[in-house]
């Protein structure tokens, strides 16, 4: 079982820039689908980003693409989302997540806490 932690949120101005890390402690990091999700207040979760296990396939939503970046380092059980030209409308909690299925279907298995990303206008 995967025990996800994310870390780097904060307060960052519009066009500004974030890098969020997920750190994970499971032994088996590399055979887990890596996700980020974010839920905005009154908003139902979305599904922002993923990377296959290799992180040799990527999905992005379309309202982030070419923003954000998701990448890991399966050397360091870590996942990352690089946030860049942030708006307003990218705060939320972020959450990362895992998952041994389908990782570019949003079914994922395993959450971490959150770690909230506001960007002020």
């Known amino acids: 079982q995967e025990q996800l932690v994310e870390s780097g949120g904060g307060l960052v101005q519009a066009g500004g820039s974030l890098r969020l890390s997920c750190a994970a402690s499971?032994?088996?990091?590399?055979?887990?689908?890596m996700g980020w999700f974010r839920q905005a207040p009154g908003k139902e979760r979305e599904f922002v980003a993923a990377?296959?296990?290799?992180?040799?396939?990527?999905y992005y939503v379309p309202s982030v693409k070419g923003r954000f970046t998701i990448s890991r380092d399966n050397a360091k059980n870590t996942v990352f989302l690089q946030m860049n030209s942030l708006k307003p409308e990218d705060t939320a909690v972020y959450y990362c997540?895992?998952?041994?299925?389908?990782?570019?279907?949003?079914?994922?298995?395993?959450w971490g806490q959150g770690t909230q990303v506001t960007v002020s206008s």
């Open positions: 997540a895992a998952t041994r299925g389908n990782w570019d279907k949003g079914r994922y298995d395993y």
């Open positions: 990377i296959s296990w290799s992180g040799g396939s990527t």
């Open positions: 499971g032994r088996t990091f590399s055979s887990y689908g």
